[in-house]
């Protein structure tokens, strides 16, 4: 009767005789064992009444485990040629045996009785009693191991120096011997078998081994030899730690093996890099660039003398472009990108696009941008970049597809990113692109805000929004113009038959020179400019209108040669041309009766109609006689539709006046190949006056800046010295330009004058918010 | 989403088709539940069924003798033809070498023991017992076997197959300390607690001896059972000590551990007969085991050497003189260093050096203590008080003691342990009595007791006791000569009163006035009003902080909370009988209805 509270009739004597010989056969192996009667007569000791016999049978199981560890340790010893194997055939077969007892057959004892044992123990003791499991590795590592173990460890050691050496072994008697280690550790918390005999045996046989091979190697083979074999024996230990060393091993690993190969010869393999470069040897760049890469500070020196290659070869490169003082925008940006893009592939190559060679990069693009000998003391970088710019996106520039205008874009402003005086590139791109805009001169809305977009990312929003709002003006006067049609339509006006156009432009966001003189409408051009002013007065009252005609340009169609021809003029052209609908030669005074243009405008003006050969200069005489030739003058200078023949011969009338007079008249022998025809304007071509100009906006709008900046500082400081106030403000417009101190001085003084700012008594050299 | 949606319209279909057959029939064979039971959550479905079945378990009625063990080996049967055996193959080889087995060793193949088996899988034992798990998949025997042996009863393995398939369990008061102990060689945790907790309740129920489950919880390692038995005892010590059957199933550790409690409301005379009830039950079971004993171990010697430990956890010393000289030491088991001490601490209040405690007394215990006859220091006006907290009453009326009486002449018996003197006798029968009973809760050992003639001075003078004995008895058969009046002329006068002390050695539940003699008037009628009783009252139930009316109170209270448990009894089998029924959630509305025909129709 299997009942607990029942009495037993236990025979202690003849049970462990039973568990002894089933426990020796689990032990060697056998299969052939019932764990369920095994079970259950550990389960009978445990339960025995009056008393159990629980410590008996720990007893006897510890004194079977001795005796057994004894014999397999003869075992071993009478093995003469092979301990390793042996030895590691015996701990597999205890090793399993013990966990088969610990799990299956005394986990009975162990839960009711050993576990009891140790919890009763006071803290600190050290127990007495053991897991059955436990107990079975302890007793094989004292009676067995201890005994053994230096025959063992040579055996292993001597594997792994064949395994180095190439030859074939056997690899898993290394790592099954470097896992028993382990679990014999997993009693004992010191672990010193692992760490002591095994770890610390292994590391130093690493570090003799490999320190003799890689002298040895880098004598007889080189270094770039040397780095391919270093690599490949990395990989190789990495593979043979992943076999023979445990997971807490492999750092240590793997920092002597960088120690050994690559440390003790960071030298070599730095003093390599430059020649390397040289060459464009990419393979053996990305050779050093692993291997130094493993250690600690191995990049330093390499990141330094990239860095130098890069600017040496940088400046060296621009110092070949002819014409250092006006040097060809394409040219200039062209040789500067190449040079980021040959280093920039070589850095995603040989470097793996290591984040710290892409600093150098930036760091070396920066010096070469900004302080080449093209660009000595001056801000030339960023107007030859914005005038490159500038011929990317103008209409007619057929070189490039849209793809391939995008990408050399992107290109731009990756290196815009290494200008340092940004507000210069501003400046001119702004510029530039209100003449585009003005002109419908881009090459696509899309391509200018790509262009826009990439600076936005660079920069910021507040580097671009005037950019957007010119964009936004263009797009509000074509809405505006439509209305306007509409308008017209409505209230049955009508303003002739010219088709007119209006761009409203928000002052203040648009870089144009403004109007140098008083410019007289043409009769036409009245009628129109009165009728959309007062419906823009309607629309939004207390706004003002300036009119730019200086900007303005028209396309007028003509009948006085042989055929029709249109002409794209400027206004002050077209004025000047329809002074002829009514006369036949004006003098230079009535020009500047009609036109009201000042002397130095109107003789360009003139100058490019006679170079167009549209109108013909000569000098009157007293005896040239006409008469005839005027009859058959055909002077139709008006717009469409209209044919105002001009007898000429009525009105024929001898001149009295001064005899020195100049005369034009329009060339009726005028004759071209195309019949749209564009008269060049010399307002459409930059001058080194207007460059000038530009240069000097720019100075304006850096005091201004820093007059702003110097403001806002003292304002949240209250009091600053000297020194303090101009660190700072270099500080705060840094990312704009550079400013010079002088510069600075003089915003302090204007600031000082306008009584912002004043000077602390006392102390010349510090300055109070007065404001 | 389309072939899940298809599925559960499948199920519910088939379920609606099978429970209309269900209600038709009433009985549907197993295949046709197959589709039901196969979306149940737990595998009550495969419970000894042949179908995924790859291993059987050998069961006896019950449970083989040790002489079969050697002999019943698992059986790798050798698989011929790569055609695995049918389960009747396998029955039937079994058989025969079973039949080989008796026939070799003489044994008889008794009704009584008869074998049966479990078509089992391995995969369930292994999920739901780490002992199965071991032993079915490690490089043992019992892994590449399709039979193996238990040696439990059959009815306590079927109980636990079905806990492991099913995760109910059904035990009852007499299998419930064995299934436990299958529980434990199978380690299944979760069943132990369960049976240790409903042993323990079945203790309360009164269908389980304490003692058993607390020698039972502490073998099996069930800490939190065995520290709920312990204040168990504490609480309900005096049935326990004085009358378990299984007392001498403690431990000495734990015996000590009973001892040692203050709050043990036992009488420390009674504790110490107990110990000696103990120490002779182990020599008594140690004869049964091997009688030649009894020739080589003395049994005083024995004895003593058994108690030299607990003895040393009782209050000697706070007992009565005359309870150390009469009846501890007449045992001879007590050492005379500390009866030597107990003496001196009675005589001079000389401290103990043995057992520190010695001299006190422990929680609820009362000493009533007599200053003169007619005082308000008597056990009965300490009732009639409500423990000293309320104006006098009698506790007759505060219904805490209850009196009865041989037939009386005049009046009711009430009066006898009232203050007030009353004219009351019985009829004039010889052994005329009175009887005072303590109630459930008190035992108490008197040391002295008054009483008062009940005659006044003109109608029944001369009839006073003069020969009259106090009995005292715990349970109202057995009494006790307690005090022995022969010839005692103390009560005279109209309403006389007289005190006598008494030496008791136990305590009682019932004290008893009977008349041995005529009368001093050579009557047979018993007149008597009045009586007073002091000496050491006994709690036997905690109430320190209640009055003797809030006691009454907790009393129903306990009855309530029987109520509470009896309706979780029912419950309990309410889920055995779902476990036939039990089916997803989607059918829970089905289910419902389906229980409530069910409880319909029984």
């Given at each position: ?9 236990i025979?202690?004597?003849t ?9 020796y056969?689990?032990?060697t192996?056998?299969?052939n064992v019932?764990?369920m009667?095994?079970y259950?007569d ?7 009444q ?5 410590e ?14 004894d014999?397999i ?5 009478d093995t ?5 194997s ?5 701990w597999?077969l205890?090793?399993s045996?013990c966990?088969l007892?610990?799990k299956?057959i005394?986990?009975?004892?162990n839960l009711?009785?050993i ?10 003791h ?5 897991e059955?499991?436990i107990?079975g ?10 005994k053994?173990?230096?025959r ?8 792994i ?8 072994v056997q ?18 918390k010191?672990?010193?078998?692992y760490?002591i005999?095994?770890e610390?045996s292994?590391l130093?046989n690493?570090r003799q081994?490999y320190?003799?091979e890689s ?5 007889s ?6 780095m391919?074999?270093?690599e490949?024996?990395i990989?190789e ?11 807490s091993?492999h750092?240590k690993m ?5 120690s050994?190969?690559i440390e ?6 730095q ?14 760049i990305?050779?050093m ?14 990141l330094?003398t990239?860095?130098?290659?890069i ?7 621009i110092?070949?472009?002819?014409d250092?003082?006006?040097p060809?925008?394409k ?9 980021y893009?040959?280093?920039?592939s ?10 710290s060679?892409?600093?150098?990069l930036?760091?070396a ?13 001056t ?5 030859l970049l914005?005038?490159y ?12 597809e849209?793809?391939e205008l995008e ?11 290494y200008?340092d005086?940004k ?23 899309d391509?200018e ?5 990439g600076l936005?990312?660079a920069c910021g929003?507040?580097?671009?929004s005037k950019?957007?709002r ?5 797009t509000l006067?074509?809405?505006t ?5 509409n308008?017209?339509?409505k209230n049955s ?7 007119f ?25 009245t009628l129109?400019?009165?009728?959309f ?9 207390g706004?003002?209108?300036n009119?730019?005609?200086?900007l303005c ?7 006085f040669a042989k055929?029709?021809?249109?002409f ?8 000047i041309?329809?002074?002829f609908?009514?006369?036949?030669s004006?003098?230079l005074?009535?020009i500047t009766?009609f036109?009201?243009?000042?002397e130095?405008?109107?003789s360009r003006t003139?100058?490019?109609l ?8 000569k ?9 005839n030739?005027n009859n058959?003058?055909?002077n139709?200078?008006?717009?469409e ?21 100049q005369?034009y008249?329009?060339?009726?022998a ?11 304007s010399?307002l ?5 006056l207007?460059n000038?100009?530009?240069?000097k906006?720019i100075?304006e709008?850096?005091?201004l800046y820093?007059?702003?900046?110097i403001v806002?500082?003292?304002k949240?400081r209250k ?6 106030l101009?660190q700072e ?9 550079q400013?010079?101190i002088?510069?600075?001085k003089?915003?302090?003084?204007q600031?000082?004058?306008?009584e912002y ?9 510090r ?5 | ?6 599925n559960?319209n499948n199920?519910?279909?088939?379920n609606?088709?099978i ?7 009433k ?9 039901i ?5 737990d595998?009550?479905?495969y ?28 059986i790798p ?8 055996p ?23 193949n008794?009704?009584?023991n ?13 999920a ?8 079915l998949s490690?490089q043992?025997?019992?892994?590449n ?15 636990l197959?079905?806990?492991?398939y ?10 419930v300390?064995?299934?436990?102990a299958?529980?434990?060689y ?6 132990k ?8 309740q079945?203790?309360?129920d ?5 003692c ?6 502490e ?12 204040d ?5 010590s ?14 000495e ?18 504790i110490?007969d107990?110990?000696v009830?103990?120490?002779?039950k182990?020599?008594?079971i ?16 024995f004895?003593?050497k058994?108690l030299s430990?607990p003895l040393?956890s ?8 005359y309870?150390?000289?009469?009846h501890i030491?007449?045992t001879?088991?007590v050492d ?18 043995i057992?520190s405690s010695s ?6 215990v ?16 300490y ?9 006098y009453?009698?506790?007759?009326t505060?219904?805490v ?9 005049i ?5 006898f342990?009232?203050r ?13 009595f009175?009887?005072?009973d ?11 007791y ?11 003078i001369y ?7 106090l009995?005292?008895?715990?349970d109202?058969?057995e ?12 009560l ?7 005190g ?12 008893k ?17 009045c009586?007073e009783?002091?000496?050491?009252l006994?709690s ?8 003797t009316?809030?006691?009454?109170t ?5 009855d ?6 009896t309706?979780?009894?029912d ?5 055995n ?6 089916n997803?959630?989607d ?8 229980n ?7």
């Amino acid at each position: 009767m299997m009942n607990g509270l029942g009495r037993q009739d236990i025979d202690f004597n003849t049970i462990w005789k039973n568990i002894a010989d089933q426990v020796y056969k689990i032990l060697t192996g056998s299969q052939n064992v019932s764990a369920m009667f095994l079970y259950e007569d550990v389960y009978k000791l445990c339960i025995a009444q009056p008393q159990p016999y629980c410590e008996p049978l720990y007893e006897n199981i510890k004194k079977f485990f001795e005796q057994h560890v004894d014999q397999i340790l003869l075992i071993i010893l009478d093995t003469k040629s092979d301990t390793i194997s042996e030895y590691l055939k015996q701990w597999k077969l205890f090793f399993s045996g013990c966990e088969l007892c610990n799990k299956v057959i005394f986990r009975y004892l162990n839960l009711n009785w050993i576990n009891k044992k140790i919890l009763d123990k006071k803290f600190g003791h050290p127990p007495d009693v053991y897991e059955i499991q436990i107990l079975g590795l302890m007793i094989w590592k004292e009676r067995l191991f201890f005994k053994i173990k230096d025959r063992v460890l040579k055996c292993v050691e001597i594997l792994i120096q064949k395994d180095r050496d190439g030859e074939l072994v056997q690899h898993q008697f290394i790592s099954q011997f470097m896992e028993s280690l382990i679990k014999l550790d997993s009693v004992d918390k010191d672990r010193t078998l692992y760490l002591i005999e095994y770890e610390a045996s292994y590391l130093e046989n690493t570090r003799q081994f490999y320190t003799r091979e890689s002298v040895a190697f880098i004598a007889s083979s080189g270094i770039s030899s040397y780095m391919k074999k270093a690599e490949t024996r990395i990989d190789e230990e990495e593979q043979r730690s992943q076999k023979y060393l445990n997971s807490s091993s492999h750092d240590k690993m793997r920092r002597l093996l960088h120690s050994i190969l690559i440390e003790k010869h960071k030298e070599l393999l730095q003093s390599e890099c430059i020649n390397y470069l040289k060459d464009e040897k990419l393979d053996e760049i990305y050779n050093m660039y692993k291997l130094l890469s493993r250690i600690e500070g191995g990049l330093a020196p390499v990141l330094e003398t990239v860095q130098k290659y890069i600017q040496h070869v940088g400046i060296d490169a621009i110092k070949s472009i002819p014409d250092r003082n006006n040097p060809d925008p394409k040219i200039y940006v062209e040789t500067l990108l190449k040079i980021y893009l040959q280093f920039s592939s070589i850095i995603k190559k040989s470097f793996n696009n290591d984040v710290s060679f892409i600093t150098v990069l930036d760091l070396a693009c920066h010096k070469i941008f900004n302080q080449n000998h093209i660009t000595r003391n001056t801000t030339k970088s960023p107007e030859l970049l914005a005038k490159y710019c500038d011929m990317l996106l103008k209409k007619g520039n057929k070189q490039h597809e849209e793809i391939e205008l995008e990408e050399k874009l992107g290109q731009i402003i990756v290196l815009f990113k290494y200008v340092d005086d940004k507000d210069v590139f501003q400046k001119f791109y702004s510029k530039m692109l209100s003449r585009r805009l003005i002109n419908g001169t881009s090459v696509s809305d899309d391509i200018e805000k790509f262009m826009i977009t990439g600076l936005k990312q660079a920069c910021g929003f507040e580097y671009t929004s005037k950019f957007q709002r010119m964009f936004n003006d263009i797009t509000l006067s074509a809405e505006t113009n439509e209305e306007f049609k509409n308008h017209l339509i409505k209230n049955s006006l009508s303003i002739g038959k010219i088709d007119f156009s209006i761009l409203v432009l928000t002052s203040g966001s648009w870089s144009l020179h403004s109007q140098t003189s008083s410019f007289i409408v043409p009769q036409e051009l009245t009628l129109c400019i009165s009728a959309f002013q007062q419906y823009y007065s309607t629309q939004h009252q207390g706004r003002k209108l300036n009119w730019l005609h200086h900007l303005c340009k028209a396309e007028a169609k003509s009948f006085f040669a042989k055929k029709s021809y249109d002409f794209q003029v400027t206004n002050f052209q077209l004025g000047i041309l329809l002074i002829f609908n009514t006369q036949e030669s004006v003098s230079l005074e009535e020009i500047t009766k009609f036109t009201n243009l000042n002397e130095n405008e109107l003789s360009r003006t003139l100058q490019s109609l006679i170079e167009a050969k549209i109108l013909i200069s000569k000098k009157k005489d007293q005896n040239s006689i006409n008469n005839n030739n005027n009859n058959n003058n055909n002077n139709n200078n008006n717009g469409e539709g209209n044919n105002s023949l001009v007898d000429s011969a009525n009105n024929m009338q001898p001149s009295s006046s001064s005899s020195s007079t100049q005369e034009y008249t329009v060339n009726s022998a005028y004759s071209n190949k195309r019949s749209k025809v564009k008269v060049s304007s010399s307002l459409q071509k930059e001058t080194p006056l207007q460059n000038e100009e530009t240069y000097k906006g720019i100075d304006e709008d850096r005091k201004l800046y820093l007059q702003a900046s110097i403001v806002r500082i003292m304002k949240a400081r209250k009091t600053m010295n000297h020194v303090s106030l101009i660190q700072e403000v270099i500080e705060h417009s840094r990312l704009r330009f550079q400013p010079n101190i002088p510069m600075i001085k003089k915003c302090i003084e204007q600031l000082i004058e306008k009584e912002y700012i004043t000077r602390a008594e006392g102390e010349s050299d510090r300055y109070l918010y007065a404001a | 989403m389309f072939l899940e949606t298809k599925n559960n319209n499948n199920n519910n279909l088939n379920n609606k088709l099978i429970r209309n057959k269900i209600k038709k029939d009433k009985m549907v064979s197993q295949g046709k539940n197959k589709l039901i039971q196969k979306y149940s959550s737990d595998f009550s479905y495969y419970f000894n069924n042949q179908e995924l079945s790859d291993i059987i378990i050998q069961v006896s009625e019950n449970g083989y003798l040790d002489e079969d063990v050697l002999t019943m080996k698992p059986i790798p049967i050798n698989i011929k033809n790569d055609k695995k055996p049918t389960f009747e193959e396998i029955i039937e080889l079994i058989n025969q070498r079973n039949n080989c087995l008796n026939n070799s060793n003489k044994i008889k193949n008794d009704e009584t023991n008869r074998i049966d088996y479990f078509y089992t899988h391995k995969f369930v034992l292994s999920a739901r017992s780490p002992v199965f798990m071991k032993m079915l998949s490690c490089q043992m025997m019992e892994s590449n076997s399709v039979i193996i042996t238990s040696h439990f009863p059959r009815s306590i393995f079927y109980i636990l197959l079905k806990f492991l398939y099913s995760g109910k369990v059904e035990m009852n008061a007499t299998n419930v300390l064995e299934v436990l102990a299958i529980a434990d060689y199978y380690q299944l945790e979760d069943l132990k607690d369960f049976c240790g907790k409903y042993s323990l309740q079945t203790c309360i129920d009164g269908e389980l001896d304490i003692c058993r489950v607390l020698y039972a919880s502490e073998q099996y390692g069930l800490e939190k059972i065995k520290q709920l038995c312990l204040d168990y005892i504490s609480q309900h010590s005096m049935d326990i000590l004085l009358s378990s059957p299984n007392w001498h199933l403690l431990s000495e550790e734990n015996l000590i551990e009973i001892l040692e409690q203050d709050n043990l409301r036992v009488p420390e005379v009674e504790i110490f007969d107990s110990l000696v009830r103990w120490a002779e039950k182990q020599y008594s079971i140690l004869l049964d085991l091997d009688p030649s004993l009894g020739d080589s171990i003395n049994k005083p010697d024995f004895l003593k050497k058994k108690l030299s430990k607990p003895l040393k956890s009782i209050r000697f010393a706070s007992m009565f003189p005359y309870q150390l000289s009469s009846h501890i030491e007449k045992t001879n088991l007590v050492d005379k260093e500390i009866l030597y001490e107990a003496y001196r601490y009675c005589a001079a209040q000389i401290p103990t050096s043995i057992n520190s405690s010695s001299c006190e007394l422990r929680q609820g215990v009362k000493e009533f203590t007599f200053q003169f006859n007619g005082d308000t220091n008597g056990v009965l006006y300490y009732f009639g008080t409500c423990e000293d907290m309320e104006d006098y009453e009698s506790p007759v009326t505060r219904k805490v003691v209850t009196v009865t009486s041989s037939t009386m002449s005049i009046g009711y018996p009430h009066p006898f342990v009232g203050r007030q003197s009353t004219n009351m006798y019985t009829d004039k029968e010889e052994n005329s009595f009175f009887c005072v009973d303590l109630g459930v809760k008190h035992v108490l050992c008197p040391t002295y007791y008054s009483l008062r003639y009940g005659g006044d001075s003109q109608g029944s003078i001369y009839a006073a006791p003069k020969n009259w004995q106090l009995l005292g008895s715990l349970d109202g058969q057995e009494w006790t000569l307690l005090r022995d009046h022969s010839n005692d002329l103390s009560l005279k006068d109209g309403y006389g009163i007289a005190g006598w002390d008494v030496k008791s050695i136990h305590s009682y539940r019932y004290l008893k006035i009977l008349q041995t003699g005529p009368n001093q008037r050579d009557g047979n009628e018993l007149c008597l009003c009045c009586f007073e009783v002091y000496g050491r009252l006994v709690s036997l139930e905690d109430d320190n902080n209640n009055t003797t009316c809030s006691s009454l109170t907790d009393g129903e209270s306990d009855d309530d909370e029987m109520k509470n448990t009896t309706s979780h009894i029912d419950d309990d089998d309410s889920d055995n009988e779902d476990v036939n029924d039990n089916n997803n959630g989607d059918d829970s509305d089905e289910t419902n209805n389906e229980n409530d025909d069910d409880m319909d129709d029984n």
